[in-house]
T-cell receptor
Framework: QKEVEQDPGPLSVPEGAIVSLNCTYS??????FMWYRQYSRKGPELLMY????GNKEDGRFTAQVDKSSKYISLFIRDSQPSDSATYLC???????????FGTGTRLKVLA | GAGVSQSPSNKVTEKGKDVELRCDPISGHTALYWYRQSLGQGLEFLIY????????KSGLPSDRFSAERTGGSVSTLTIQRTQQEDSAVYLC????????????FGPGTRLLVL
């Protein structure tokens, strides 16, 4: 079993929809949770990060962490065609430097 | 300022040949990471540099893979006697160093071994 599980998709939604992307993990030592966005033929770029359970909001994006369930989510409100990309969750244990990535979910927002 | 750059952007080689992939990190970043991204596999950690030393090489898949970093800046990932299963996108990232510093990624080198 992988340390981080993520549904690869693809996920197709109409423009304006609310998108929910999720990851589960098995290592309770993970303390730092991130979402990266990767456009086709580009490197991943950091979208959001959070250290603890709860919600963090940034514009149309909300990151949610539930440590008790070992489950993290990224919500995208009012999705746009420009949000079409692969979204990767990543995690790091406290005091380490090594990020463990999910496989990524391909999202397509249809105009 | 300039981001992380990688060269070449694409590389096609024949099985058994050696290849060198280059990474230029963001100026001043002390930490440098190499990852491999294969279809459906996500990003696989290969090696981490702090300055010129590599405290963790645990992700290198075999002794055909090696990496070095000189002057605390440019890094080269070398794959000897390439195999078809080495075909992937090789991504480099850099950060200010330390845990939980944002890693900034380059665009990657797409390697195809025929």
């Amino acid at each position: 079993q992988k340390e981080v599980e993520q549904d690869p998709g693809p996920l197709s939604v109409p423009e304006g929809a609310i998108v929910s992307l999720n990851c589960t993990y098995s290592n309770s030592a993970f303390q730092y949770f991130m979402w990266y966005r990767q456009y086709s033929r580009k490197g991943p770029e950091l979208l959001m990060y959070t250290y603890s359970s709860g919600n963090k909001e940034d514009g149309r994006f909300t990151a949610q962490v539930d440590k008790s369930s070992k489950y993290i989510s990224l919500f995208i409100r009012d999705s746009q065609p420009s949000d079409s990309a692969t979204y990767l969750c990543a995690m790091e244990g406290s005091g380490t430097y090594k990020y463990i990535f999910g496989t990524g979910t391909r999202l397509k927002v249809l105009a | 300022g300039a981001g992380v750059s990688q060269s070449p952007s694409n590389k096609v080689t024949e099985k058994g040949k050696d290849v060198e992939l280059r990474c230029d990190p963001i100026s001043g970043h002390t930490a440098l990471y190499w990852y491999r991204q294969s279809l459906g596999q996500g990003l696989e950690f290969l090696i981490y540099f702090q300055g010129n030393s590599a405290p963790d090489k645990s992700g290198l898949p075999s002794d055909r893979f090696s990496a070095e970093r000189t002057g605390g800046s440019v890094s080269t990932l070398t794959i000897q006697r390439t195999q078809q299963e080495d075909s992937a996108v090789y991504l480099c990232a850099s950060s200010w160093g330390g845990a939980q510093e944002t890693q900034y990624f380059g665009p990657g080198t797409r390697l195809l071994v025929l």
